[in-house]
Structures are given as structure tokens and as C-alpha cells.
């Protein structure tokens, strides 16, 4: 089950047509296909009513049993790329996924040019309490593009959920000198003292991080 | 001894039963979607439900090593209700979904002329896709509804092997088996089946082919029944591979015709600080 709340890197096309066998490699080709497809030939309007499919969308949701469930996150980031796939296509494959359909489309966000128009997706899975979402939600796109309030609730979300900060993008880099998060910081480990817990130790590296100057530790995660 | 649940409601369940479920030997459930006891009214309605079925339910249930399937459909109540008829045409983008092992619960309940029409259609889409279907039998007029329910399964595509037939009970075991689906019985502390009368009906119509479930969901029932059963089975003289027939082998067997049951979970990982569900502030 992938309760695993970091992310394995995702794998090219050249990496997955190495590993995957013939069937699979068959699939994946008319997957990619049918993407590139439908990334020229965008209909001005769904046909076939609310409730119609695009081919390749359906292959989005069913790679996991075609190309092996360890795939499934590399496969659907590549059809996303392979279609071009534009802000409604992306909202639709996240609603309408699994945890971890929406996964993969968060994982593909910083590879797609959509600039911040993305962000209501990112938002909606720091909502979650699901820690896969989590975890994929904190990414190079969230670096990105994640203005600075939500994006340290979302290093507080992780230090309450048990997702390792590990998996945030350009923790460093962000954290330099953010007074404000270091201020969050210190109230939850006071809070946690308070209650007589313990202060998670990844608390204790984020706060670090947010002294300022150029002494700050700089390695990324 | 290791179980299988074929039929839970785990959305109407604590992580107390989830915990009980797994110190009791659950390792693996199939949630049916169904009725939530009150009233949908829009098809949006149910693609919630189904998000929570295919995200958060597992999410939980793997926090407690417990590995989450779920059957989606129009379940037969609501399938009266012109409100809720267009979810069937949405039901294909969902029944791709990986951790969807059927098309169910589908069936009747008052056997109207929209119940005939959902039950039929939507046996065509477990066709069309590959799934079995989990079949629920009605409450009332019990055994009428389960021959007609028999005659439409014959008229479909689906084979009967396909077919899960459930909340069956001494009335209606036996046309059940001889239709040449598979045969489901939900224990429940007051209603449908009991423990005793359960052990009665595997000494007369054999293990092949026969699930048992709890069933469990927000009205009174138990989510241990599954166990339960395992003991009375025990008692009664049932060998140990019988019991794991019935409670493992059976549910698998008939839910892995779908080629998606993932039962590879992971043992539990270490809780948060001793907590489960995190909201935060643990």
C-alpha cells in the first residue's frame, strides 16, 4: 500500500522502457500515443456529455496494472507531459483520483508550464490529512510558486502529520531568515512542551534553517 | 487465523474497530458502497462517496495493516431516485480505479421497474470491465426477490462465477447455489444471520464457494462477526483449513477475478506517537 509519505524520484521514458517488459512497454507506447494525441487535438468542448472519459485519461487511472503499481507515479507523469496537459485536464484527473491519481499529477506540476494557476490543487491537498498528498503537495512546484503564509502552514503540516520535511523542495532556500516561520515554530514547540510532549526532531532542523545570513546551512534535502 | 471481510461499511466505523479488527485477524475488507441512511440527493453526492472510498478509507485502514478494496455502483434504494440515475453514467471513469475489485452493491429492494433498469445496466458495465459484481438480495419478499434477481443475472453477460450473491439466508441458500454464483451471508447481532445458524447452514451446503462478512455498518452490527464465525466454525469441529477457506481463500478467490486485489499490505507502521488518524496537534 503506498503509505510511504516520501516519493521515490520518478523514472524517464528511456529508465522505464529498460525495465518494463514487452506488454507493458507495448501499452505505455500507445498510452503515450494516445496523450501526444489528445494534446493536439484539444476539443473546444467534452463530447460525449459531463460524464465522458478522454481515452488516455483512462489509461492515467489504470497504469498501475499495466505498467506494475511501483510505475504508476512515473507513467502518469509522463502521459501528463506527453499531453500537454492543461489546467482542466489536471483538475479533472485530481478530483476525479484516487490518492494516488492525485499524486502523480501533483508530482508533474513543476514539469508542466502552468506557471502559479496550479496552486488551488497544491491548497487542496494540504487540506488532506492523507500524508501521501502531503508529502507530494511540498515539491519543486510548492518551491515554486506557494506564497509564503501557506507555505509555512505547510511545513507545519508536516511536522503534525509525521511527514518527513526531508520531502520539501528547497526547504533551505525558503526557510533562510523567515522570521514569521521561525516565530510558528517556537509557539508549537512551546506548545508541545506545554503538553508535556516531545519537540519532533525535524522541528528542531527546520528552525535552524531559518537564521538568516549567508551562515545558514544551505544543503537541500 | 487470517480474514478476509468481503462486505464492511468501514466509513461508518471508528479506528477502534479498525484496531479490534486487525488483533481480531483481519487483514483485508471489500467496502461496498451503499446507502448512508440518509438520503442522497445529487450525483455529486456520491462522487464523494466514492473519492472517500478510493482515498481516505484506505488511507486509514492501511494505518491499521488492513488492506482496502471497495465495490462501486448505484446501490438499489437510491436507484429510484431520478436525482441520483445520472451517477450511472459517470460509474465507468470510476470503475477503472485500481482498488475497485466489483461493480456493487447492486440489486433490489423493492423491485421496482428503475431498480430492473439499474441492476441490468449495471451488470453490463461489470461486463464491460472486467469485474465481478456483488449483488445485494432484498430484505423484504426475500426469496421472490432473489429468483428474480437470478433470472436478470441469466439474461446478462456476466457468468454466474461472476456473481456474488449476499445477505443470503436458510430460504434462499439453496437457489442461490444451484443459480452457480457465489454465495455471501452477513452475521449480524440481531437480524440477517447469526453465528449458530451460520455453522448450521456450512454443515448442510459445504465451504465451496461460501463468504461471510459483518456487514457492518452505522446501524447495530458488529465488525468481529467475521471472527466470531471462525470460532463457532472451530467449535463445531470445522478443520482450520475449512475456516481459512471460507474467511481467506473464498473472498480471495472470488474478488481476484477482478485482477486488482493488492493484498501485499505493509504490517503497520510505527504510530505517531502512539496516535493513528493524525489531525494534527497529536
Same mark, same amino acid.
Given at each position: 500500500?503506498?503509505?510511504?509519505?516520501?516519493?521515490?524520484?520518478?523514472?524517464?521514458?528511456?529508465?522505464?522502457?529498460?525495465?518494463l517488459?514487452g506488454?507493458a512497454?507495448?501499452?505505455?507506447?500507445?498510452?503515450l500515443?494516445?496523450?501526444?494525441?489528445?494534446?493536439?487535438?484539444?476539443?473546444?468542448e467534452?463530447p460525449g456529455?459531463?460524464?465522458?472519459?478522454p481515452?488516455?485519461?483512462l489509461?492515467?487511472?489504470?497504469?498501475?496494472?499495466?505498467?506494475g503499481l511501483?510505475?504508476?507515479?512515473?507513467?502518469r507523469?509522463?502521459l501528463?507531459v506527453?499531453?500537454?496537459?492543461?489546467?482542466?485536464?489536471?483538475?479533472?484527473?485530481?478530483?476525479?483520483?484516487t *490518492? %494516488?491519481? =492525485?499524486?502523480?499529477?501533483?508530482?508533474a506540476?513543476h514539469? &508542466? $508550464? +502552468?506557471?502559479?494557476?496550479?496552486?488551488p490543487?497544491?491548497?487542496d491537498?494540504?487540506?488532506t490529512?492523507?500524508?501521501?498528498?502531503?508529502?507530494?503537495?511540498?515539491?519543486?512546484y510548492?518551491?515554486?510558486h506557494?506564497?509564503?503564509h501557506?507555505?509555512?502552514?505547510?511545513?507545519?503540516?508536516?511536522?503534525f502529520?509525521?511527514?518527513p520535511?526531508?520531502?520539501?523542495d528547497?526547504?533551505a532556500?525558503?526557510?533562510?531568515?523567515?522570521?514569521?516561520?521561525?516565530r510558528?515554530l517556537?509557539?508549537?514547540?512551546?506548545?508541545?512542551i *506545554? %503538553?508535556? =510532549?516531545?519537540?519532533?526532531?525535524?522541528?528542531?532542523?527546520? &528552525? $535552524? +534553517?531559518?537564521?538568516p545570513?549567508?551562515?545558514?546551512?544551505?544543503?537541500e534535502? | 487465523m487470517?480474514?478476509?471481510?468481503p462486505h464492511?461499511?468501514?466509513?461508518s466505523r471508528?479506528?477502534?474497530?479498525?484496531?479490534?479488527m486487525?488483533?481480531a485477524?483481519?487483514?483485508?475488507?471489500?467496502?461496498?458502497?451503499?446507502?448512508?441512511?440518509q438520503p442522497?440527493?445529487?450525483?455529486?453526492?456520491f462522487?464523494?462517496y466514492?473519492?472517500?472510498?478510493l482515498?481516505?478509507?484506505?488511507?486509514?485502514?492501511?494505518?491499521?495493516?488492513?488492506a482496502?478494496?471497495?465495490t462501486?455502483a448505484?446501490?438499489?434504494?437510491?436507484?429510484?431516485?431520478p436525482?441520483?440515475?445520472?451517477?450511472l453514467?459517470?460509474?465507468?471513469?470510476?470503475?477503472?480505479?485500481?482498488?475497485?475489485?466489483?461493480?456493487?452493491e447492486?440489486?433490489y429492494?423493492?423491485?421496482?421497474?428503475?431498480?430492473?433498469?439499474?441492476?441490468a445496466?449495471?451488470?453490463?458495465?461489470a461486463?464491460?470491465h472486467g469485474l465481478?459484481?456483488?449483488?445485494h438480495t432484498?430484505?423484504r419478499?426475500k426469496?421472490?426477490?432473489?429468483?428474480r434477481?437470478i433470472d436478470?443475472?441469466?439474461e446478462?453477460h456476466?457468468?454466474?462465477?461472476?456473481?456474488?450473491l449476499?445477505h443470503?439466508?436458510?430460504t434462499?441458500v439453496k437457489?442461490?447455489r444451484?443459480s452457480?454464483c457465489?454465495?455471501?451471508?452477513?452475521i449480524?447481532?440481531?437480524?440477517?444471520?447469526?453465528e449458530d445458524?451460520m455453522?448450521?447452514?456450512?454443515?448442510t451446503?459445504?465451504?465451496?464457494?461460501?463468504?461471510?462478512?459483518?456487514?457492518?455498518d452505522?446501524?447495530?452490527?458488529?465488525p468481529l462477526?467475521?471472527?466470531?464465525?471462525?470460532?463457532?466454525m472451530l467449535?463445531?469441529g470445522?478443520?482450520?483449513?475449512d475456516?481459512?477457506?471460507?474467511?481467506?481463500r473464498?473472498?480471495v478467490?472470488f474478488?481476484g477475478?477482478?485482477g486488482?486485489?493488492?493484498?501485499d499490505?505493509?504490517a503497520p507502521?510505527?504510530?505517531?506517537?502512539g496516535?493513528s488518524?493524525?489531525?494534527?496537534?497529536?
Amino acid at each position: 500500500m503506498p503509505m510511504t509519505p516520501t516519493t521515490s524520484p520518478l523514472l524517464t521514458r528511456e529508465e522505464l522502457d529498460a525495465q518494463l517488459g514487452g506488454a507493458a512497454r507495448a501499452w505505455l507506447d500507445e498510452a503515450l500515443a494516445e496523450a501526444e494525441h489528445a494534446a493536439s487535438h484539444e476539443p473546444c468542448e467534452q463530447p460525449g456529455g459531463p460524464y465522458a472519459v478522454p481515452s488516455w485519461e483512462l489509461r492515467y487511472a489504470a497504469a498501475g496494472r499495466y505498467c506494475g503499481l511501483e510505475h504508476a507515479d512515473s507513467v502518469r507523469a509522463l502521459l501528463l507531459v506527453e499531453a500537454h496537459a492543461a489546467l482542466p485536464a489536471l483538475t479533472r484527473l485530481y478530483e476525479q483520483g484516487t *490518492a %494516488a491519481e =492525485r499524486r502523480a499529477v501533483l508530482l508533474a506540476l513543476h514539469r &508542466l $508550464d +502552468l506557471g502559479p494557476t496550479a496552486l488551488p490543487l497544491v491548497e487542496d491537498a494540504l487540506r488532506t490529512n492523507d500524508t501521501r498528498l502531503v508529502a507530494a503537495a511540498v515539491g519543486p512546484y510548492a518551491a515554486a510558486h506557494l506564497e509564503a503564509h501557506n507555505w509555512r502552514h505547510a511545513i507545519l503540516k508536516c511536522l503534525f502529520t509525521g511527514v518527513p520535511v526531508a520531502a520539501v523542495d528547497q526547504l533551505a532556500l525558503r526557510s533562510r531568515g523567515d522570521a514569521e516561520l521561525a516565530r510558528m515554530l517556537g509557539d508549537f514547540a512551546a506548545e508541545r512542551i *506545554a %503538553a508535556g =510532549r516531545s519537540v519532533p526532531a525535524d522541528l528542531t532542523r527546520v &528552525l $535552524d +534553517l531559518t537564521v538568516p545570513g549567508p551562515a545558514a546551512p544551505t544543503e537541500e534535502s | 487465523m487470517r480474514i478476509f471481510d468481503p462486505h464492511i461499511h468501514m466509513t461508518s466505523r471508528t479506528t477502534d474497530d479498525y484496531q479490534a479488527m486487525y488483533d481480531a485477524g483481519v487483514r483485508a475488507l471489500v467496502e461496498p458502497s451503499f446507502w448512508l441512511g440518509q438520503p442522497r440527493t445529487s450525483p455529486a453526492s456520491f462522487f464523494d462517496y466514492f473519492d472517500a472510498l478510493l482515498g481516505w478509507e484506505p488511507f486509514r485502514a492501511a494505518q491499521y495493516g488492513i488492506a482496502h478494496h471497495c465495490t462501486l455502483a448505484l446501490n438499489p434504494k437510491e436507484a429510484n431516485d431520478p436525482r441520483c440515475t445520472p451517477v450511472l453514467d459517470a460509474l465507468p471513469r470510476y470503475l477503472v480505479k485500481d482498488s475497485v475489485v466489483a461493480v456493487g452493491e447492486i440489486g433490489y429492494d423493492s423491485m421496482t421497474p428503475a431498480e430492473d433498469t439499474a441492476l441490468a445496466a449495471q451488470l453490463q458495465l461489470a461486463a464491460d470491465h472486467g469485474l465481478p459484481a456483488l449483488v445485494h438480495t432484498p430484505h423484504r419478499d426475500k426469496l421472490a426477490g432473489l429468483h428474480r434477481t437470478i433470472d436478470v443475472i441469466r439474461e446478462s453477460h456476466l457468468p454466474p462465477e461472476r456473481v456474488l450473491l449476499d445477505h443470503l439466508n436458510e430460504t434462499t441458500v439453496k437457489d442461490a447455489r444451484d443459480s452457480g454464483c457465489w454465495a455471501g451471508f452477513s452475521i449480524y447481532p440481531d437480524t440477517k444471520m447469526d453465528e449458530d445458524r451460520m455453522i448450521a447452514v456450512l454443515k448442510t451446503h459445504g465451504t465451496e464457494k461460501v463468504l461471510v462478512n459483518s456487514a457492518a455498518d452505522w446501524g447495530r452490527s458488529d465488525p468481529l462477526k467475521t471472527r466470531k464465525v471462525g470460532d463457532a466454525m472451530l467449535a463445531a469441529g470445522f478443520s482450520e483449513d475449512d475456516v481459512d477457506r471460507v474467511l481467506w481463500r473464498n473472498p480471495v478467490a472470488f474478488y481476484g477475478q477482478s485482477g486488482r486485489l493488492q493484498l501485499d499490505i505493509a504490517a503497520p507502521e510505527p504510530l505517531h506517537e502512539g496516535n493513528s488518524i493524525l489531525r494534527g496537534g497529536e
